[in-house]
C-alpha cells in the first residue's frame, strides 16, 4: 500500500505537469474553501512544523503526534500553488524523491519569507526564528519548548526541552497555546504573540 509521502511525492508530480484549478468533481470538494486550487492534494511540506499558516501538532489516541494542516488553506491558493510549481521545478524529479524534510523545509521558508530563516546546528535544525520572526516576543523567565523528530517526513517523537543544545537530531520549535508561543530567541526564553 502506498505511504502518505508516495502520495505526497505523485500528487506533486501531477502538480509539475500543470496548475489543476478547482475540481469542482472531487467528493471532498471544497475540503478548504469554495474556489480552491486543488493542484495539490497533499502538501509537498508536510509535516511543515511552521504554525504559521495554521496548522498544528495533535495527539492522536494512541499517544502518538500528528501534524494537522485543518486550518492551513495555503496549498490551496493559486498564486502560492503557481509558486511552490515554479520552486520545485528547478529540481530534477529523482532529486525530489530524494530529498529530506530541511530540503523541503527550506523551500517554504524561501516561498514564504524569501530566506531561509531556520538555522543548522551541529545535531539538530532549529526553525524557531522562522516561526516568531513576525510575532511580539517578550522576554520569559523560564520556559521548555519542543524538540520534534521526524523520519521519513513522519513525525517520530514530539519532546519537551529546556535548551537548544538538548535536542539531537530534531527540529526545534516553539510550543504553541492557543496565540501564544513559547520558545527561545536571542539567548532568551521568550513569550510571542502574533501580531
Ligand atoms: S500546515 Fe499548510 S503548509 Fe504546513 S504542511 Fe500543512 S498544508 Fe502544508
Known amino acids: 500500500m502506498e505511504d502518505l509521502r508516495e ?9 509539475l505537469d500543470g496548475i489543476t484549478g478547482p475540481v469542482l468533481e472531487c467528493k471532498y470538494y471544497p475540503c478548504h474553501f469554495a474556489g480552491q486550487d486543488c493542484s495539490f492534494c497533499y502538501c509537498p511540506f508536510y509535516p511543515c512544523l511552521n504554525y504559521d499558516m495554521g ?6 489516541s494512541d499517544g502518538s503526534y500528528v501534524w494537522s494542516c485543518m486550518n492551513c488553506d495555503l496549498i490551496h ?3 502560492f500553488s503557481e509558486n511552490v510549481i515554479f520552486a520545485l521545478s ?3 524529479r529523482q532529486r525530489l524523491v530524494e530529498e529530506d524534510w530541511v530540503f523541503y523545509s527550506k523551500i517554504l521558508q524561501e516561498l514564504l519569507y524569501g530566506e531561509e530563516l531556520a538555522e543548522t546546528l551541529d545535531s539538530s535544525y532549529n526553525l ?3 516561526i516568531l ?6 522576554e520569559f523567565d523560564n520556559t521548555e519548548f519542543l524538540a520534534v523528530k521526524v523520519e521519513e517526513f513522519k513525525i517520530v517523537t514530539v519532546r519537551k526541552i529546556r535548551s537548544i543544545e538538548e535536542a539531537e537530531n530534531e527540529i526545534i520549535i516553539p510550543i504553541k497555546e492557543r496565540n501564544k508561543f513559547y520558545g527561545f530567541l536571542n539567548d532568551s526564553y521568550v513569550i510571542c504573540e502574533r501580531i
Open 133 to 138: 520572526i513576525d510575532k511580539h516576543c517578550e
Open 77 to 79: 491558493d493559486r498564486e
Open 90 to 92: 528547478r529540481y530534477p
Open 7 to 15: 502520495r505526497t511525492l505523485k500528487d506533486l508530480f501531477s502538480a
Open 128 to 130: 524557531m526564528r522562522a
Open 55 to 60: 496548522g498544528e501538532l495533535k495527539v492522536t
